[in-house]
T-cell receptor
Framework: DGGITQSPKYLFRKEGQNVTLSCEQN?????MYWYRQDPGQGLRLIYY???????QKGDIAEGYSVSREKKESFPLTVTSAQKNPTAFYLC???????????FGPGTRLTVT | QQQVKQSPQSLIVQKGGISIINCAYE??????FPWYQQFPGKGPALLIA?????SEKKEGRFTISFNKSAKQFSLHIMDSQPGDSATYFC?????????????FGSGTQLTVLP
């Protein structure tokens, strides 16, 4: 099955710890994205990458970091500098510019 | 700056009724408009999409109407069912050359009563 996988589905961390969320796709898509969704809210773009070894900040990049060493993988690290990290994190990918994005199932991160 | 405005924020419809969600945009560089459906705890799933050279697109019970001159588009769900209860997001994608990709509306929480 082709698609986007995110792991884990639920993640719990203590405040002050960095945590890395996994995103893998086997769709052979070039571009990948990370969004944050808060309860009852829309999607806000954190980072995106159009090609391997290149990525750009989105609207809310502060406190987050990413890497894109492989086409299939785009992990997101939530650092201790992120003031309010508890949220639902969504990864997406797209074949090329001007087409729709496809989303993974999401990771719910809870930081206490 | 919100570039895609979506309304209403929430919508309650009786089973069998028509659900209508509206979106408006300002950026004339947008030229592809997908709609997403999201169930609680799940990622958004692509529902239907339209380009501005078409005024209407229908897939099953879901129809997008597009008014290019007014820069508005809407999703109509005919014969709404309780299983349609979800959050719906409109989105807009600019023409080639922009690296920013999708701009989302703020979402509409639809509840279809049995």
């Amino acid at each position: 099955d082709g698609g986007i996988t995110q792991s884990p589905k639920y993640l719990f961390r203590k405040e002050g710890q960095n945590v890395t969320l996994s995103c893998e796709q086997n769709l052979n898509h070039d571009a990948m994205y990370w969004y944050r969704q808060d309860p009852g809210q829309g999607l806000r773009l954190i980072y995106y990458s159009q090609i391997v070894n290149d990525f750009q900040k989105g609207d809310i990049a502060e406190g987050y970091s990413v890497s894109r060493e492989k086409k299939e993988s785009f992990p997101l690290t939530v650092t201790s500098a992120q003031k309010n990290p508890t949220a639902f994190y969504l990864c997406a990918s797209t074949r090329d510019a001007g087409t729709e994005q496809y989303f993974g199932p999401g990771t719910r991160l809870t930081v206490t | 700056q919100q570039q895609v405005k979506q309304s209403p924020q929430s919508l309650i419809v009786q089973k069998g009724g028509i659900s209508i969600i509206n979106c408006a945009y300002e950026n004339t560089a947008f030229d592809y408009f997908p709609w997403y459906q999201q169930f609680p705890g799940k990622g958004p799933a692509l529902l239907i999409a339209i380009r501005p050279d078409v005024s209407e697109k229908k897939e099953g019970r879901f129809t997008i109407s597009f008014n290019k001159s007014a820069k508005q588009f809407s999703l109509h769900i005919m014969d709404s069912q309780p299983g349609d209860s979800a959050t719906y997001f409109c989105a807009a994608i600019p023409r080639e050359g922009s690296a920013r990709q999708l701009t989302f509306g703020s979402g509409t929480q639809l509840t279809v009563l049995p």
